[in-house]
């Protein structure tokens, strides 16, 4: 359904996105997760033919949306990241005129747009103005107006940021029905737990380039052949940190106060030769233990925010 | 065919605002003062009857003047914030994303401010009905002077519509839009006279094609035209505007020269106005780069 290959965007001599691949079939819900400024609403801008590539392939539905930019939009309903409303208009009369500029059938508009309103669960609202919605309200009501054209795919740009955590299980609620009414999506975040439960497939940028993707068991696989450890001492941190780093199998060392995590890449054996080592040269050693990682942890493993910490 | 969606839009929220009803209010109260005031000046020094084209005339060219000067200044206030204003509101890529051609929104939005243009004129009307019982005026030179308006306006209202495309404020393309206005009302003027002082030593006894650029001059030489210059001219006393002598000047009077260049302009404006909307627009120049 939608096909990304070799995506490149330059601003000047930097690369907002770079060699992006991505394939998505129909139906299936994809997870775009990095962190602010990976890249991820250039991307997505670029699919919806709101800003140009540098190079590059785009297919929405085997059609190439680089080039046949006029016939993609149909096919494509899109919810920016940033949007404004227009605040002197009621909430039905706003998707009345976005149903109008996709040439919607009058006789057919008021049935799409009570559907709609009911999916959205915006019924009641139908008569206020659009201005007085609340932050969630607002942010399905542009939900509402990305599908009022029945588009095939749905593009939609960290729909749940800045939302607080009711008005978030409401869209994720929302979202679910959508997957079910077959829907192909492509969804963006910057946390990963938040799209992992119902996307099919994730994939995760940084700095532009698609760092590791496929779904969501491929990624728990990949990225849990390493493991994680945590060590917690009371005291003599950077010794610890020196010692750690004579071991082979372990990498990205990240501190905190009294508190060290790093990549694991040994067997059993390997964990206690680390530890013995450690309780040889008389470090403080409080815990230690192999980390339970949850799909946060993989994504800040996966990306390089991780290691800064 | 469908009304274009921006338009029908626009006109459903401006005519729902108080603000839209104040301005017509406002727009009348300034005709009718200003026709009042002529008519009673001239009263005093004509010792006119009741029933005088001279006087009809006076109150004819007072509205009509004050409606193309108030014209002049509304217009470019309407479109200079038109697509600007969306960018501003972050609703320009809700509608680029759209299947809505880039030359339908700017199309759109141009009618908007137009059929509020319109309806400055229309409310006029009753006013000019009155002139026009005095006699004196025909139906056909106000006819004339409501196409001149009509002309005008979207010319000024392209020019507004290219800044406000051109520029990411709303505030700059305002500013670039009246000083593009004053240039073409004014400038022009200076050039001309400059001009003509230094090449022909103020010998010139003809309308300088630059002029045509000019609303003003425009204007002057249609309220001319339609009254035979009786009222001695001011095109006459600004060299480059010459026109007045029917021996020595022939050719299409230089209001209707300058319809013609108003729409000329306004066509290429909103032409270069879809152009640069279009987020993902070949450059004008490509099919030079490959060749
Ligand atoms: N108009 C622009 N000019 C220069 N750089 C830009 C522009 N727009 C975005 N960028 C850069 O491109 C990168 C990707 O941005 P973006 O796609 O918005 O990231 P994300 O949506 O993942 O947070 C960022 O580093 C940003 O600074
Ligand atoms: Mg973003």
């Known amino acids: ?222 990225v849990y052949s390493k493991k994680l450890i945590q060590i917690k001492v009371n005291g003599k941190l950077e010794e610890t940190v020196m010692i750690l780093k004579e071991f082979p199998f372990i990498d990205k060392i990240t501190t905190g106060e009294n508190l060290i995590q790093a990549g694991f890449d040994g067997g059993d054996d390997d964990m206690s030769r680390v530890l013995s080592s450690l309780v040889t040269r008389a470090i403080p050693v409080a815990t230690f233990a192999q980390l339970e990682g949850n799909l946060e942890d993989v994504f800040m493993k996966v990306t390089k925010g991780g290691e800064e910490k | 065919m469908m009304i274009n969606p921006v338009l029908l839009k626009e006109l459903k929220v401006k005519m729902r605002n108080w603000k839209a009803v104040a301005i017509i209010g406002g727009y009348l109260f300034i005709l009718a003062a200003v026709a009042l005031f002529i008519t009673l000046a001239n009263s005093n020094d004509m010792y006119a009857s009741t029933i005088n084209p001279q006087l009809s005339i006076g109150a004819y ?128 003027l200076l050039i001309a006279v400059f001009y003509i002082r230094i090449f022909y030593n103020f010998d010139y006894q003809s309308y300088l094609p630059l002029l045509y650029l000019n609303p003003l001059a425009g204007f002057s030489s249609l309220l001319t035209s339609q009254f035979g210059g009786q009222y001695g001219s001011i095109m006459n006393m600004i060299p480059g505007l010459y026109t007045i002598n029917p021996y020595t000047y022939k050719g299409p009077a230089p209001w209707l020269i300058n319809i013609y260049v108003n729409i000329g302009i306004s066509v290429v404006m909103l032409f270069l106005a879809s152009i640069k909307i279009n987020p993902v627009r070949r450059s004008i120049f490509s099919f030079l780069k490959k060749k």
Do not use: W
């Open chain 2, 61 to 188: 060219t007072g509205i009509a003047v004050i409606q193309f000067i108030l014209i002049l200044f509304i217009a470019p206030a309407l479109t200079s914030g038109a697509i600007a204003g969306e960018r501003e509101r972050q609703t320009l890529d809700l509608l680029l994303c759209t299947n809505l051609a880039p030359s339908a929104i700017v199309i759109g939005k141009l009618l908007a401010s137009m059929s509020h243009i319109l309806i400055l004129i229309i409310a006029s009307i009753p006013m000019f009905s009155i002139v026009f019982l005095y006699g004196g005026i025909s139906a056909l030179e106000i006819a004339q002077l409501f196409g001149f308006y009509i002309v005008t306006a979207i010319m000024a209202g392209s020019i507004g519509i290219f800044f406000s495309t051109y520029v990411k404020r709303t505030i700059a393309a305002t500013v670039l839009t009246y000083a593009l206005g004053i240039f073409m009302s004014f400038g022009t």
């Open chain 1, 1 to 222: 359904m939608l096909e990304i290959k070799n995506l490149h965007k330059r601003y000047g001599k930097t690369y907002a996105v770079s060699d992006l691949n991505l394939s998505i079939p129909e139906g299936e819900i994809f997870g775009f997760v990095g962190p602010n400024g990976a890249g991820k609403s250039t991307t997505m801008k670029i699919i919806c033919g709101l800003l140009t590539a540098t190079s590059g392939e785009v297919y929405v539905d085997g059609v190439d949306a680089l080039r046949q930019n006029k016939k993609i939009k149909e096919k494509i309903g899109y919810m920016p990241d940033f949007f404004g409303v227009y605040d002197d208009l009621k909430v039905d009369e706003y998707l009345d005129f976005y149903a109008s500029v996709y040439k919607i059938k009058e006789e057919n508009k008021r049935k799409i747009i009570a559907d709609l309103l009911e999916l959205v669960d915006l019924s009641r609202k139908k008569d206020s103005y659009v201005d007085n919605l609340s932050r969630g309200m607002k942010q399905r009501l542009c939900l509402a107006r990305s599908l009022i054209h029945n588009p095939k795919i749905l593009i939609l740009d960290e729909p749940a940021s800045g939302l607080d955590p009711r008005a978030r299980v409401e869209m994720k609620a929302i979202l679910r029905n959508l997957k079910d009414m077959g829907k192909t999506i492509l969804i963006s975040s910057h946390i990963l737990s938040e799209l992992a439960e119902m996307c099919t497939s994730i994939g995760i940028i940084d700095n532009g380039k698609m760092v590791i993707s496929g779904t969501v068991s491929e990624i728990m696989q990949q």
